[in-house]
């Protein structure tokens, strides 16, 4: 997870890495319960005297198999490819499950780090980190970040280090 070694530059090292918080796939994982109950409910119910109840099966299990994959192992494979990493010189994100999109904001660019939390994400831990760069982007909200607070402070920091030049946290 997060950015291998040998992406790193020298003297910079990973302080944090992490996905999004696992809040991501509690839809998912009810979507594969309710799919499977009621997948494994028609199979169940489809008369066996029915001359068309080998097919009727096998429509059921190819429809069912459809939104598994779409409603929830697509929405595993997203979270599970999404990466957040923290290192002394850079906040990086990583993103794609075929296709992969790597965006690196410098920290030396970076102008103010907020953050923002529902009550619901209070009590996850959870919430959404606010960059602000002097980039083309500006201000970029990143959702569902774990453990906001440790990362917002963990952030700030190195953002501070950067700003005086310091940017080893030594």
């Known amino acids: 997870m997060g950015l291998a070694d040998h992406y790193l530059t020298e003297g910079e090292r990973v302080v944090h890495s992490f996905h999004p918080h696992w809040k991501r796939l509690i839809v998912p994982f009810l979507a ?9 409910a028609a199979i169940y119910f489809i ?28 929405p595993y494979l997203q979270w599970k490819t999404t990466s957040y990493t923290l290192t002394s010189h850079r906040f990086a994100i990583s993103t794609g499950i075929f296709n992969k999109s790597d965006d690196d904001i410098p920290l030396a660019k970076v102008n103010s780090v907020s953050s923002d939390q529902r009550f619901l994400e209070r009590i996850l831990g959870c919430g959404t980190l606010r960059v602000e ?4 982007k500006g201000e970029i909200d990143y959702k569902d970040i774990p453990k906001i607070q440790l990362v917002r402070q ?3 920091k190195l953002v501070e280090d950067a700003s005086d ?6």
């Open 133 to 136: 760069s002097a980039s083309d």
């Open 32 to 40: 594969l319960i309710i799919v499977v109950a009621v997948s494994s």
């Open 154 to 156: 963990e952030l700030f």
């Open 47 to 74: 008369p066996s005297d029915y001359s068309y109840s080998g097919y009727a099966r096998i429509a059921v299990a190819v429809v069912a198999v459809g939104l598994l994959v779409w409603w929830s192992f697509i």
């Open 165 to 170: 030049g310091n940017i080893d946290g030594k």
